[in-house]
């Protein structure tokens, strides 16, 4: 086993720090102050984790306390993850990585704390339904000081932070908006696409083959997400049935097409917007749904892996899908309201009501929008997107 950061100036041979060195921008990542427990850092992969780990590890070493790191990948399930942990039993710090490569990870890290309380775990991971049933499952074992941490790709208002910090030419406004579009959060991707704002066609073949990996992993039928996929690009911002979903796709039935869908969500990839009802504040769970990808490189990624054409107006799409985003970070009761006189995109519970209009000047308001009854309206159009003061 490679105990490398036990080696004088690892961190300048080490993969994930020395790559953070050289990149162009260097994103802000929250201080995290440790404690006994557990401290987990989710999100999707290729957005950061594992270098905010190293960093955290680098950090611990410097001031000397005794650590342990390793990548869960080839680790095949919580049996041997135990022995891994109880074979270093001096060590107060594991950093593991991709903790839900191992199957039932939780079922070694709750024995282990049991053991000895004054242990600290820090672990990564991709897959948010493994990770939020680790944390069921572990009651009273999370750290008090850092808990459940989360990493997601970057928002327009940070990626545009970074352009800044890299040095590179500006753009006006709408056409950053635009290369945000065809480019995405990922650090990675911003790295690849440069000052010239080029398309990061490595990185979305990356991408590509981790949905795909993840489907295979899970004994899916890569054809079906291939489809599934092509048909949520297709229909993005539109509301529609599971039933319906599966209709057109090879997916067949409700209960598959929920399979298939979950996947994704669970690969921080999808984001499901239920109808609401504002004259009774409740979410009608059972009627049709609105999906939204989380970011843009999962809106190319699907046209790729579907082989299907970009439609026209793609922009409209993209501009929804990203406010979607930015809302669904900031707001627990967002969802969409629709009558048979039209939909009002996104509804935050009874205080704010925000229309999607990808155009310079806004007309054709819908009637359900005009006669909703809102303390706050607004229509985000592409001179006021992100409007929200």
């Given at each position: ?73 080839d680790l095949n399930d919580h049996k041997d993850l135990a022995e891994l942990i109880k074979s270093q039993k001096e060590v107060s710090y594991f950093f593991l990585d991709e903790i839900t490569f191992v199957d039932e990870w939780w079922r070694a890290i709750k024995k282990a704390t049991d053991t000895d309380f004054k242990k600290v775990f820090i672990l990564t991971g991709s897959n948010s339904y493994d990770l939020r049933k680790g944390l069921d499952l572990m009651p009273g074992r999370w750290s008090k000081e850092a808990g459940e941490l989360q990493l997601l790709p970057m928002l327009f208002e940070e990626w545009r932070s970074m352009i800044i910090q890299a040095g590179w030419p500006e753009r006006e406004r709408l056409q950053q908006i635009r290369d945000f579009m065809r480019i ?206």
């Amino acid at each position: 086993m490679d105990f490398f950061w036990k080696k004088p100036g690892w961190e300048q041979e080490d993969r994930h720090l020395s790559a953070l060195k050289a990149a162009p921008f260097k994103r802000g990542l929250p201080a995290v102050r440790l404690s006994p427990g557990v401290t987990l850092i989710r999100g999707p992969r290729q957005v950061g984790k594992s270098t905010w780990l190293k960093l955290l590890l680098k950090e611990q070493v410097d001031l000397g306390a005794s650590c342990f790191y390793t990548t869960c990948e080839d680790l095949n399930d919580h049996k041997d993850l135990a022995e891994l942990i109880k074979s270093q039993k001096e060590v107060s710090y594991f950093f593991l990585d991709e903790i839900t490569f191992v199957d039932e990870w939780w079922r070694a890290i709750k024995k282990a704390t049991d053991t000895d309380f004054k242990k600290v775990f820090i672990l990564t991971g991709s897959n948010s339904y493994d990770l939020r049933k680790g944390l069921d499952l572990m009651p009273g074992r999370w750290s008090k000081e850092a808990g459940e941490l989360q990493l997601l790709p970057m928002l327009f208002e940070e990626w545009r932070s970074m352009i800044i910090q890299a040095g590179w030419p500006e753009r006006e406004r709408l056409q950053q908006i635009r290369d945000f579009m065809r480019i995405g959060g990922f650090p990675t991707a911003l790295a690849e696409a440069g000052p010239e704002m080029n398309t990061p066609e490595y990185a979305k073949k990356v991408y590509a083959r981790w949905i795909m990996g993840d489907t295979i992993k899970l004994k899916r039928q890569e054809i079906f997400m291939r489809e599934l996929l092509g048909q949520l690009a297709k229909t993005m911002g539109t509301s529609i049935s599971l039933h319906g979903l599966a209709q057109k796709t090879q997916l067949m039935s409700y209960h598959t097409a929920q399979d298939y869908l979950s996947i994704l969500e669970q690969a921080f990839a999808l984001r499901s917007l239920y109808a609401y009802d504002p004259e009774k504040d409740q979410f009608h769970f059972k009627k049709e749904k609105k999906f939204y990808f989380t970011d843009p490189i999962v809106y190319w990624v699907a046209h790729d892996l579907a082989g299907m054409k970009v439609p026209d107006d793609y922009e409209s799409q993209l501009a929804e899908m990203i406010a979607s985003e930015w809302l669904f970070r900031r707001f627990t009761r967002l969802g969409y309201y629709s009558t048979r006189s039209g939909e009002v995109d996104f509804v935050l519970g009874r205080e704010k009501a925000i229309e999607i209009k990808w155009v310079p000047v806004v007309h054709n308001l819908s009637k359900t929008y005009k006669n909703l009854v809102c303390a706050d309206k607004r229509v985000w159009h592409q001179g006021s997107f992100f409007d929200l003061d």
